[in-house]
Nanobody, 126 residues
């Protein structure tokens, strides 16, 4: 059984920062997966935020320069550092794991991911 558990969400003022964490457990070693972050705002579809595999990273164009994805393979942890947060970043953030090699096209697809966490709420106040 595989579990992905996000944490680190909360309420922050615009311009602030948050660091999300995703703890992977069970029969998964994140070093062998492409790991991704997605988010879903109220009334909107879930959207791609970032992905990482080995030394490769990919970001949604609108988030480049503000968000940084990283991971600690030894701890089986995935992170998302979010800086200069804006009210439009308010959403539930999910981590996900995808088997297979890093692919900028596949990384974007929700259906390409094998495992999902339950999400953590991020609220940015103006």
């Amino acid at each position: 059984q595989v579990q992905l558990v996000e944490s680190g969400g909360g309420l922050v003022q615009a311009g602030g920062s948050l660091r999300l964490s995703c703890a992977a457990s069970g029969r998964i070693f994140i070093s062998t997966y492409t790991m991704g972050w997605f988010r879903q705002a109220p009334g909107k579809e879930r959207e791609f935020v970032a992905a990482i595999s080995g030394r490769n990273t990919q970001y949604a164009d609108s988030l480049k320069g503000r968000f940084t994805i990283s991971r600690d393979n030894a701890k089986n942890m995935l992170y998302l550092q979010m800086n200069s947060l804006k009210p439009e970043d308010t959403a539930v953030y999910y981590c996900a794991a995808r088997g297979g090699t890093f692919s900028t096209q596949s990384n974007l697809g929700l259906t390409k991911y094998d495992y999902w966490g339950q999400g953590t709420q991020v609220t940015v106040s103006s």
